[in-house]
C-alpha cells in the first residue's frame, strides 16, 4: 500500500497525536481556532468530521504541526529524524513510477461542476477580511524547455468559483518557470495538489536547486518510488494517491491583488500584485479528505512546515564545516514565528569552531535564518527556557555576540531595510537584513576547566529520586 494522507491520520491517531473532532465545526468561522488550540495547547493535529455546508466532507488540520508527527510518519523519531533522514538524501533521490490510473481519478468535476466552492476552504485568520485561502496548496509545474517538475507549496486565494490568486516568490522556482512561459506569451499550466502524506509536503518547501524535481526528495524520504499520473486537461504529472487535484492555468502577463492573508511570521502584509490561476477540472479520490493547513501566528502549520527542511538542510550544512562539527541537533523554533532564529547544539570541540559554524548556518540557500545560537549539549534546543539560561549564563555579549550587517534576508522580515525596487515584475521590493551569532556555548572542550566553571548546580538527591516514588 502506498503511503498516504489516510495511512499517517491511521498512524498519528493511533499514537495519540490526533484529536477527532465529531460536533459540527464551520471552516469559515471557527475551524481555524479550534485546529490552533489542538496544536498549541495539547500538540495535537485535529480531524473534523461533520463541516458546516459541506455534508460527506471531512478535513484534517496540523498534520504537520510539529517534528514530532513529521517524523513519526517518516519511521523515525523527533530526537533521530535529521541524522536518519539526512542519510536518505545523502543515499540519493529517488524517481518516481509513472502509472495510468490512480485513486485521486476516482472523481472528476469538469466544466461547471469544477466549482471551488464544492471544496470546504476554511478563513484562516481575521487579517484575511473573511475571505477563504487554500494553505495546503502544493503547486505542480513544468518548465517548458527540460520537461522538469517543480513542487512548491504556494497559499490560493479564493477568489470566484474557477478563479484563485496565487502567491508566487519572485525569483523563487515557480516564478522561474512562469516567466518562460510568459515570455512565449502562453499561459502556464499548473496543477494544485491537496492532501497528500507529510513527506510530499515537506519536499514541497524543502529549499533546492532549480534543476531538482521534489518529487524525487519525497521518494527518498520515503524510501519507495511514488506513484505519478498525468492529469486529464494539462501536461502535468500528479501524485496519484493525493486526495485532491485542481487542474487550471496561469494567464500569461497578468497579475491582481492578492491577500490580505496571515504570513508565516504571524503578521499581515497587505495586499501585492500577484498572478491568478483559472480552474478547468478537479480531480479527487472517494470520499476526500481536505487538509485545512493552518497559517499565521506561531504555532501555525508554517513554522514546523518551513522548519522541518530547513533543520535538514542546515544540518548537512554545518556538521562537516571544517571537517567535522559535533552537532546534537538543529532547531528552528517554531514558536518564534518565522523561522527567524536557529538553535544548533554541540559540542564545540576547538577555538574558532563555533563562529565558523555560526556563518555557514546563516549563510544558505534558505533566508529566513537571521538569528543563529550555539548551545552546548546540555541546553535543550527545543526548549525557551533552557535556551534563555544559556543565552543568560554563558553569553558575553562583547565577545560572544556578531552582527553582520547588510546580508540577503527573507523578504517577509518586516524589520529588514525596503530597498528601492529593482525590477520584480509583482512590485515586490526587495529587503536587505543583517544576521546576529550568538555563541551561548560553555567555551571549547580544549578548555575542560572553563567548561567546569559553567556546570549547573544539581539539587541534591535529584538524580536519584522520583516524584511517583514519594508521592501517594
Ligand atoms: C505553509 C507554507 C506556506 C507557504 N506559502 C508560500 C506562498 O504562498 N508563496 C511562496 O512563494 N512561498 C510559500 N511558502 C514557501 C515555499 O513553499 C518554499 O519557499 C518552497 O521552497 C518554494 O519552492 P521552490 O524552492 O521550488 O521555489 C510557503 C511555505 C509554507 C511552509
Ligand atoms: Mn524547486
Redesign the pocket.
Known sequence: MPQDLRSYIDLIREHKLLLDIKKEVDPLTNLAGIAYRGENEQGKATMFHNLKGYPNWSAVSYMCGSREKMALGLGTSKDKALVELGGRIARGLIKPKIVEDGPVKEIVWQGDDADLGRLPIHVHSDSDRGVPFI?SAMQFVKDPETGTQ??????DHIKGPKKMG????PK???DICMQKYWKQGKPMPVATVIGHHPAYYIA?????S?ETD?IDITGALLQEPVNMVRCETIDVMVPADAEIVIEGEVPPNYMEEEGPFCE?AGMTHGTLQHPIINVKCITMRKNAIYYA?Q?GRPI???QP??GFPMELVLYARIKDVGGFIDVKDVVALPYAGGSHIIVVQMTPRKMGEVRSMLMALLSSPYLHPKIGIAVDEDIDPHNAQSIMYALSTRVNPKSDVFIIPDTLCHTGDLTAELLPDTGSHMGFHPRIGSKMLVDATKGPALTPELRAYFEPVKPQGLVNVKLEDFLG
Open positions: 494553505g517543480n513542487i512548491a507549496l504556494q497559499r496565487i502567491f508566487v516568490h523563487r522556482h515557480t514541497s518547501t524543502w529549499t533546492t532549480y521534489e508565516h493547513l497559517g501555525s502549520e508554517s512546515l518551513d
